[in-house]
């Protein structure tokens, strides 16, 4: 096997659980066959990119949609659930398992501090990034004899939210690896890393969950089958999110609001959004809409807003629609900074009310 394996896909697409998953089954004493289990005449097999070179409740083994979208070197096995190691990894304190996250994901990925490739930072603000310290750490651990007799299992995520000192320290052990680590890996974006590090691993592109997928991801989320669609339209398939569905509510409130107003909308008459992030990446999705609804395309996020989305395309110019979403795609680059939240949601509001003007 690869010492370095790096999955990469859309944010979203379930790289975390897979990756956990097949961390835990590297580390298990007694792994099973998902062939075996699935009464499968093979491994699932899925293609690698031509470019190669969390959950707190930690589920065991890997679905047969889930596996299937998988190379085979990563998803032949399972881990038993039952051995020491299984019972380490449950408890998040394998001493052969260390993660290296954003301190800011740890509540979402369910990480326990004690798997950390680093302390806690004392500043007040969680880190978004990956920091040096973690990746310091990980490589002193991973020259480190193994405590298990086993393998040990290095795991960053995403490992485009390294810095640019943490991931100069990552390559060189990824230059020379150490002979008895396993490295994981998962990217949102191959275009953030540096070309040395995508060059030293195996890459894997995660392809979009499959519609039986998708659907088991919703169900406990999304009840209703025609809400189910709409959320999986709405996410583009990102269906491991926290909230797939953030920001469709509003959206299609916002539709509505904008529909029953027949000159040019009041800011002031327009419902906010959940907060400046979502409201940004909602009007991205809403102004895409109406951009292909304007040249005779369907709407990719809001299908079922066909109607509304047809008649506000007409009010608009498509020059201003375009102006917007390129000034909403500079806000989204900066919707990590702290900022107030109430005066941020109203200039977003003017904002999408002035391009209802088509004559300015």
Not at 142 to 148: D, G, I, L
Not at 189 to 201: G, N, Q, V
Not at 310 to 321: D, G, H, N, V, W
Request: charged share 15%; glycine share 6%.
């Amino acid at each position: 096997m690869n010492s370095a394996w790096l999955i990469h896909a859309p944010q979203g697409y379930g790289k975390w659980p897979l990756l956990q998953r097949t961390a835990n089954a590297l580390l298990c004493e007694s792994p099973q066959s998902l062939a075996a289990s699935q009464g499968n005449a093979g491994p699932p097999q899925v293609s690698l990119t031509p470019t190669g070179g969390g959950s707190a409740s930690r589920p065991w083994g890997l679905s047969e949609p889930e596996a299937a979208r998988l190379p085979a070197a990563l998803s032949t096995y399972k881990a038993c659930g039952h051995c020491a190691s299984c019972a380490l990894l449950a408890a998040g304190t394998h001493p052969d398992l260390l993660i290296a996250a954003p301190e800011a994901m740890w509540p979402e990925l369910g990480l326990n501090p004690s798997e950390e490739a680093a302390p806690r930072s004392e500043t007040k603000t969680t880190s978004l990034e990956i920091r040096i310290e973690q990746i310091r750490r990980l490589n002193d651990w991973s020259v480190s004899t193994s405590h298990r007799g086993r393998a040990k299992v290095a795991l960053i995520y995403p490992v485009d939210a390294l810095n640019a000192a943490a991931a100069n320290a990552l390559l060189k052990t990824l230059e020379e690896p150490p002979e008895d680590v396993q490295f994981l890996l998962g990217a949102h974006r191959l275009d953030a890393l540096l070309p040395t590090i995508r060059s030293r691993c195996r890459l894997a592109a995660l392809p979009r969950p499959g519609a039986a997928e998708a659907q088991q991801q919703l169900g406990g989320k999304t009840e209703a089958a025609g809400a189910q669609q709409a959320v999986l339209a709405w996410s583009q398939g990102a269906v491991y999110q926290a909230n797939p569905a953030l920001g469709l509510e509003w959206a299609e409130s916002l539709l509505d609001a904008l529909s029953r107003q027949a000159a040019r909308p009041q800011s002031s008459t327009l419902p906010p959004p959940p907060d400046q992030a979502a409201g940004v990446a909602s009007l991205l999705k809403i102004g895409s809409d109406l951009q292909r609804v304007q040249v005779g395309a369907p709407p990719l996020y809001l299908p079922q807003k066909l109607p509304a989305l047809t008649a506000l395309a007409q009010r608009i110019a498509p020059l201003k629609l375009a102006d917007a979403l390129d000034g909403w795609r500079q806000k989204q680059r900066l919707a990590g900074f702290p900022l107030n939240q109430a005066l941020a949601s109203d200039a977003l509001l003017l904002e999408f009310a002035q391009i209802f003007s088509r004559g300015d």
